[in-house]
């Protein structure tokens, strides 16, 4: 994986939070990047105590929030007419390749979309 910077799916944000030690490693000294839709997933995640939510707060610090804007509504919903994704999935593929850095996940899903660089994690 080459360059600093990474777009990261939920999925790799929830398993940082879990004490996730080997992507820790994995993620070391790079540039982290989210959509507003991982942030939005994060805090309305159910069962997050007062505690884990500083916790999420304090991550989502160490991120790059991306929000929506036109070019990234074009390919949100290219990507999910030609792939049949999830509509949050699609936004955050098609924010992942509007900033041309490369997403980490864990979601299968996400290896349809064949314009993406992506970098699969398996736990």
Not at 75 to 86: D, I, P
Not at 92 to 111: C, E, G, Q, R, V
């Amino acid at each position: 994986m080459s360059g600093n910077k990474l777009f990261l799916d939920t999925n790799i944000l929830l398993y940082l939070l879990q004490g996730d030690g080997t992507l820790t490693e994995v993620l070391d000294g790079k540039q982290f990047y989210i959509s507003f839709i991982t942030e939005l997933e994060l805090l309305s995640y159910s069962g997050l105590t007062s505690n884990d939510l500083k916790v999420v707060h304090e991550l989502l610090r160490e991120c790059v929030v991306i929000d929506i804007n036109a070019e990234i509504k074009q390919l949100a919903v290219r990507f999910r007419k030609q792939y049949k994704v999830k509509l949050p999935d699609t936004i955050i593929a098609a924010t992942s390749l509007y900033l041309n850095i490369p997403l980490i996940t864990a979601d299968s899903d996400f290896k349809k979309l064949k314009e993406l660089e992506l970098v699969f994690y398996e736990r």
